[in-house]
Nanobody
């Protein structure tokens, strides 16, 4: 069982920046996809970015150019740098993880992911 813990959320004004962090309780030598999802007013959990152990990344079209996902060398943690925040970015942001094969390309499908954190709230005021 993998426990994921998110941090870094907060209340910011539009145009500001935040850095979200997600730490995994278990370090694995296998390949994983780790991703950030968010649930805002629409009550639908939307995938925003994912990163594979090999460094490949994928982003939702709605966040390209403003969101940047990265991981630490140990593979235990991922980060989401969010710049030029907009009120519509207001949401609970969740970290998720799934073990994959080394050739797997990560997707932003909620059903792909097995382990989930409790979320960190991001609130953007205009």
């Amino acid at each position: 069982q993998v426990r994921l813990v998110e941090s870094g959320g907060g209340s910011v004004q539009a145009g500001g920046s935040l850095r979200l962090s997600c730490s995994a309780s278990v370090s694995t030598y296998s390949s994983v996809c780790m991703a950030w999802f968010r649930r805002g007013s629409a009550e639908v959990r939307e995938g925003v970015a994912a990163i594979q152990t090999n460094g490949d990344t994928i982003y939702a079209d709605s966040v390209k150019g403003r969101f940047s996902i990265s991981r630490d060398k140990a593979g235990n943690s991922i980060y989401l740098e969010i710049s030029n925040l907009r009120p519509e970015d207001t949401a609970m942001y969740y970290c998720a993880e799934v073990l994959v094969s080394s050739r797997t390309r990560c997707r932003l499908r909620e059903s792909d992911y097995v382990f989930w954190g409790q979320g960190t709230q991001v609130t953007v005021s205009s």
